[in-house]
């Protein structure tokens, strides 16, 4: 492997081994859905991302970093790693909570992927209330 594998916009292979009918790559992107929705089975997790900042990130898809709260790459080996903002919900114990986002991550990456995990970054972006998630939601009295 050269050393561009670590670059953001690179397949990577999910196997060395030589395989008679091809091989088999898997999008960083498909990485980054699956990390979404592993982080989301945690209880304690309110969203992956979030904030303005994540929304205009959407707008201009060719920006590099955090897509949507999740960064992938590879490291020289081949194996992932993998940074998530998370937003948790009031009143959990934060570390607690992101040594369990972390632990699942890495448990569904593995199992989907067949490659390995070698880490897990969780930012904890901030916490929510109950009340504020319901208040974030567009309310259609708002006007310009």
Known sequence: MNSENSSETNIPLVTEESNTLGDIQINF???????????????????????????????????????????????????????????????????????????????QVEKMTSRSVSRVNVIVDGVKTSEQSKSDDWDDTHTD
């Open 29 to 107: 992107n498909v990485v980054a859905n699956i990390v979404r929705l592993a982080a989301l089975e945690v209880s304690g997790v309110a969203t992956v991302g979030g904030g303005i900042v994540d929304g205009i990130a959407e707008i201009f898809p060719q920006k590099k970093g955090f897509d949507r709260g999740v960064r992938v790459k590879a490291d020289e080996v081949g194996d992932y790693i993998i940074d998530i903002k998370v937003i948790l919900k009031f009143g959990v114990e934060l570390a607690v909570v992101g040594g369990q986002v972390q632990h699942r991550i890495a448990q």
